[in-house]
Every structure is written in structure tokens, then in C-alpha cells.
């Protein structure tokens, strides 16, 4: 079972559609939760740090709910812009900074 | 102004030769990484340094050997490359290496025939 498991994708959604990911991490010590973008043949970005009290950055909540070990990701009125892959990612904090990444989720917004 | 930048951006090269990817970052940070994104799209860490120290060596095999002659630069050699090492190659920076956002360079694709 991998460290990080993300929901199998592709997710193809109308544009203006509200879609949500959801991400699980096994190990109890991860201490910081993110989401990351990555486009086609780029390099992954940070869309967003996750916090046990929710966090929303426009049309974009997370949320981290650390008993059942689950982090998800809401995008609201969906962009063609939108249309990369997310990708869920654990720190444990006490390992030089290494990042478990989820296999990623593939998002297609369509018109 | 790039942050994080890694030459070359493409190489292709034959089974057993030796090759290196360099990294550069102008951020000022002092931690940096090197990722490897397989045919699968998934993302593992290999190594990283801080502060021209190692501090995570992945179970790689040891053809492959990192050197960070200082702290804005990590370079990645790899010795008789094999068909699957075929990867992306991503080096990235963070300011310390505790939890602080990393910042990723544009890939090295690396195909081996």
C-alpha cells in the first residue's frame, strides 16, 4: 500500500463544475499537508498548504482531518484553467524535508 | 529571473554511458532535492542536501551520486545508465529543510535507448 493514495483519476467536468479529491496517508507522523499542481510536462507547483481548521484560497478550499488521516481538495466553479494534475503531498517534518507525493489525481475541464 | 533551473532539459543517450544533470538555484536556500518522476507520473525523492551536506540518500542504486560543491548548486551523475532510468528528473529548493515549501525546477527528461 503506497504512503500516500489519492483517487484514481481522469475526472472530466463542464466548466463552471465543482469537483473534490480526496487523498488518505498512512503514516500518523506526517506533520504538513499540501496540495500540488502540475501541468503537462512541467514541473509540480504548490496550489496550496492544508491546515486541521480548512483553508481557502479563492475557489479553493482543502481540509485536513488528521483522526482518519484524510486531506481533501475542493475547486468550485471549475476553469479550463483548472485542468492540470493535483497532486497530494505529505511531510513527516523530521526527514530532512522529504515529500511523500500521491500518484495524482488527473483533472479535464472541459466547455 | 529563474529560481530554480537544471540543464539539460532534454537528454538522450545510449545504455552504459555516464551522464550529469546540474541544478542551480538563486533563491538563497539551503536546502535542495533531487526528485525522479517515473513513467507512471509518480514522484519519489532520491536524495537531498543541506548546506552542501547530505541528508536523504533513497534506496538508489549507487551509479547514482550526487555532489553539491556549494549550497546554490546540486548536480546529479549517473554512471552506466540503464533502460529504466528513463525518468523525469526534478531537482527543487526549500529554505530549510523542515517543512517549508519546495520549489521545483523544469525537469531533466532523461531517455535511455
Known amino acids: 500500500r503506497k504512503e500516500v493514495e489519492q483517487d484514481p483519476g481522469p475526472f472530466n467536468v463542464p466548466e463552471g463544475a465543482t469537483v473534490a479529491f480526496n487523498c488518505t496517508y498512512s503514516?500518523?507522523?506526517?506533520?504538513?499537508f499540501f496540495w500540488y499542481r502540475q501541468d503537462c510536462r512541467k514541473e509540480p507547483k504548490l496550489l496550496m498548504s492544508?491546515?486541521?481548521s480548512g483553508n481557502e484560497d479563492g475557489r479553493f478550499t482543502a481540509q485536513l482531518n488528521r483522526a482518519s488521516q484524510y486531506i481533501s481538495l475542493l475547486i468550485r466553479d471549475s476553469k479550463l484553467s483548472d485542468s492540470a494534475t493535483y497532486l497530494c503531498v505529505v511531510n513527516r517534518g523530521n526527514q530532512g524535508g522529504k515529500l511523500i507525493f500521491g500518484q495524482g489525481t488527473e483533472l479535464s475541464v472541459k466547455p | 529571473d529563474t529560481a530554480v533551473s537544471q540543464t539539460p532539459k532534454y537528454l538522450v543517450t545510449q545504455m552504459g554511458n555516464d551522464k550529469s544533470i546540474k541544478c542551480e538555484q538563486n533563491l538563497g536556500h539551503d536546502t535542495m532535492y533531487w526528485y525522479k518522476q517515473d513513467s507512471k507520473k509518480f514522484l519519489k525523492i532520491m536524495f537531498s542536501y543541506n548546506n552542501k551536506e547530505l541528508i536523504i540518500n533513497e534506496t538508489v542504486p549507487n551509479r547514482f551520486s550526487p555532489k553539491s560543491p556549494d549550497k546554490a548548486h546540486l548536480n546529479l551523475h549517473i554512471n552506466s545508465l540503464e533502460l529504466g532510468d528513463s525518468a523525469v528528473y526534478f531537482c527543487?529548493?526549500?529554505?530549510?529543510?523542515?517543512?517549508?515549501?519546495?520549489?521545483f525546477g523544469p525537469g531533466t527528461r532523461l531517455t535511455v535507448l
Open positions: 527543487a529548493s526549500s529554505q530549510d529543510q523542515g517543512v517549508s515549501e519546495q520549489f
Open positions: 503514516n500518523s507522523a506526517s506533520q504538513s
Open positions: 492544508v491546515y486541521s
